[in-house]
């Protein structure tokens, strides 16, 4: 079966929640939207404090290239606009709602009905994914609408859609496959429409073998889309990784998937892009697992966006009494939660609660060069040196090693035999090297404007 | 005597020879003049080699304090004036004009004055807790309590304090050489100017939030009430960003400001005990 050829990890895969269809959470009587959702420059606030607004009013526009619009989830009342520590673990600004009734805006189809007909042009696509606020669900939340332009001079022979989910604990791509496969299909071909391209793959993990059989049922009724299972494999979903499995293509270093003509979505993105573009639906809601051992009632639900975490965790049964630490996102890469307020935002996959003989990192050993890490890297770098060139600062020579490539995938900090936190010093390193790059290349800039 | 032992002795002699006489000409060919002077200034200095001076080292200074016109910018903090009086004068240069500082944290974060909101267990290291979240608190700007400036003093001045999760400076330790001002990834260590019997007045807070969220936080935060910069007589205080910040070069130490602030947020250190009002009413009476 087709895999990426480099390193990898196989964390247990606890899907508790893979036979869980989605639930739609009760509306919440309050939602607190931040302007940071997204990869890229904040939104601006376009609203004022007493504003009456509905489910899809643009709340935030887009500033910059490297941005997109934030709308309501629910209709009614501005209550405030006021700082709030998000999910991203420090204070942003943010659009506080209180719920009246549940009113969406009148351009929005808000029927049952699928709509197969694409009608829109490349350029209308383009231009209703931006106004829709429609970012990369997989978790990265880079605007989606940059990604579906081909820029000058380049070409794009294939569409990926990512339905790997190779993070533990996870299934809301997994149900969204099951549950909005058509939706999901036509959303691919509304992205091969604007890419202009006429091949279209699913890359699905081998754990979900009901989602490959009903989305390779369904992709027979749709010209170009195909699907492909994968071996299971921590981080096939890693876009490099995933290209070079189905395509054998790898993007070379400091290079994008464009590069090598291949383009990379979610299954989410796609199904969102579907809602963006044939329902005339803004990006306001998501499925979200919510999961954990302890949890009585674990599930998929279809949240607003705004939605406190505490309302998840209840409908999930209420918070276990053992839970030590709540994640967001997936164990792997996800980051902790410091209270319940937290409100949902678009890049949160699933929320995982920890028992607490599960939360706590042991103490760390030093490194005995066992080389695991370096064994299991996908990208072929060495971790254990560059925790030690990052630890002494010595970032130039992190540089040269490649430290800018790390994806940040956190396989060499879980395969270590002595729990050291490897992925802490690497970021601490990436984050230095990466400010040096920048401040080399406005020195050149000016150097060559001068 | 061996003749053989004879010729091995005389040819290595030669070759000895032979190679001395051409080592000789090529460290004459290849001799670095330097200025004596600077193997006696760097003689003076005290070999830390910390980099307070702003230099890669100590000869790295010496060679700038032998090069300069004026020694006016150029300082060793860990010498002090001591030592650049006695640079100047075997230079013929006059000694520049130094204030001896010292390292002082602006924050009074303890875990009494600002309690715990969640635990962080990751890599011991203030940057990275920095970059991954607001820290342990709910103020987001003060001290994150895992000692990289700890880590960054090479003179021993600074030590965790296990009771209180904050650093403490070692006044007499201090040498000033900014390597804890710049370890620091929340920027809340200043290098202050030295006052007489080591007095210390500064407002021990960075929290810039408004003064609800601050106080919330932290017991002893700045909210920026202004009753600070309202009763000191010498404009000494300022409030910018929510935060009030006692400039050290206008303060004459009255002590006013730290009776005055409502939440304790200003401290005053070495000073002796206030006499209380009933102690002054016994000693009129008895005088």
Known sequence: MKTFPLGGVHPPENKLTANKSIRVLPLPSSVVIPVSQHLGVASTVVVNKGDTVKAGQVIAESKGYVSTNIHSSVSGKVNKIDTIIDNSGYRHTAVFIDTEGDIWMDSIDRSEKIIREISCSPEEIVKKCLESGVVGLGGATFPSHIKMTVPAGKKCDVLIINGVECEPYLTSDHRLMLEKGEEILIGASVLMKALKTGKAVIGIEDNKHDAIEHLTDLASGFKGISVQALKVKYPQGAEKQLIKALTGREVPSGKLPIDVNAVVHNVGTAFAVYEAVQKNKPLFERVVTVTGKSLSDPGNFLVRIGTPISSLIEAAGGLPDDTGKIVSGGPMMGKALINTAIPVVKGMSGIILFPIDESDRSEFKSCIRCAKCVSVCALGLEPYLLVTLSEKGLFERAEKEGIANCMECGSCAYICPGNRPLLDYIRLGKSEVLKMARERAEKQKDTFTK | ?287
């Open chain 2, 1 to 287: 005597m061996n003749s053989t032992i004879l010729i091995t002795i005389i040819s290595l002699s030669l070759l000895a020879l032979f190679s001395a006489i051409i080592l000789y000409f090529i460290a004459q060919k290849f001799k670095i003049i330097e200025d004596p002077r600077i193997d006696e200034v760097q003689a003076l200095l005290p070999a830390a080699n910390c980099g307070g001076c702003g230099f890669a080292g100590c000869r790295n200074l010496a060679e700038a304090l032998v090069k300069a016109n004026t020694l006016e910018g150029l300082n060793c903090p860990v010498g002090g004036a001591d030592v650049m009086s006695q640079v100047a004068k075997l230079l013929g240069k006059e000694a520049p004009i130094v204030e001896p500082m010292v390292a002082v944290l602006l924050c009074n974060g303890s875990i009494e004055n600002r309690p715990l909101t969640s635990k962080y267990d990751g890599a011991p290291d203030c940057r990275i807790s920095n970059s991954l979240y607001i820290g342990e608190t709910d103020c987001s700007y003060g001290c994150l309590g895992n000692g990289d400036c700890v880590r960054a003093c090479k003179f021993d001045a600074i030590y965790m304090n296990p009771e209180t999760s904050l650093p403490v400076i070692i006044d007499d330790k201090c040498v000033s050489c900014g390597a804890c001002v710049k370890a620091c990834p929340k920027n809340i260590i200043e290098l202050r100017k030295k006052a007489k019997k080591d007095y210390k007045i500064y407002v021990a807070c960075s929290n810039c939030d408004k003064g609800g969220i601050a106080r919330k936080a932290c017991k002893v935060a700045c909210t920026a009430c202004t009753k600070c910069v309202k009763v000191c007589e010498y404009n000494a205080i300022t409030i910018e960003n929510n935060l009030a910040y006692i400039d050290a070069s206008k303060c004459t130490f009255c002590r006013k400001c730290v009776t005055e602030c409502p939440t304790g947020s200003i401290l005053e250190l070495n000073f002796p005990a206030r006499k209380t009002i009933s102690e002054t009413r016994t000693e009129s009476v008895t005088a």
